[in-house]
């Protein structure tokens, strides 16, 4: 384990490069595409903000695109706040991602639903 500060918020972290791995990263889903930009570590909160920055040019193409994005996402169970869902009032507010990545409406009327 290292203890490095994150190269966005200089917030300390600890990353386990001699087992990248075991790593927190890796506990969320490999979104993000690996450019030059993916070299830096950041915390859980950049990391976060990161992904959903680039989700949200995901969100700019049609439909069927973004569906078939988050297609390969489905099977991961794991709800991670922050990406999936935030917490309003004790109550948990699924996110655009959540829809997209279930991949049909319920016709419910949520919040945050794609289909409409």
């Known amino acids: ?3 490095i500060n994150c190269t966005q918020c200089n917030a300390a972290l600890t990353c386990n490069v001699t087992d990248i791995s075991a790593c927190w ?34 969100y700019t193409q049609p439909i069927k695109t973004q569906i078939a994005f988050a297609k390969q996402f489905r099977s991961n169970d794991n709800l991670i706040e922050g990406l999936d869902y935030t917490m309003q009032n004790n109550y948990m507010v699924f ?6 990545k279930r991949g049909t409406c319920c016709k419910n009327g949520c919040k945050n639903c794609p289909y409409s």
């Open 1 to 3: 384990m290292t203890q």
């Open 25 to 58: 990263c890796n506990k969320l889903p490999a979104i993000l595409p690996l450019d030059d930009t993916a070299t830096s570590c950041l915390c859980r909160s950049c990391t976060l903000a990161k992904i959903n920055r680039y989700l949200e040019t995901i």
């Open 95 to 100: 996110s655009k991602w959540y829809f997209l």
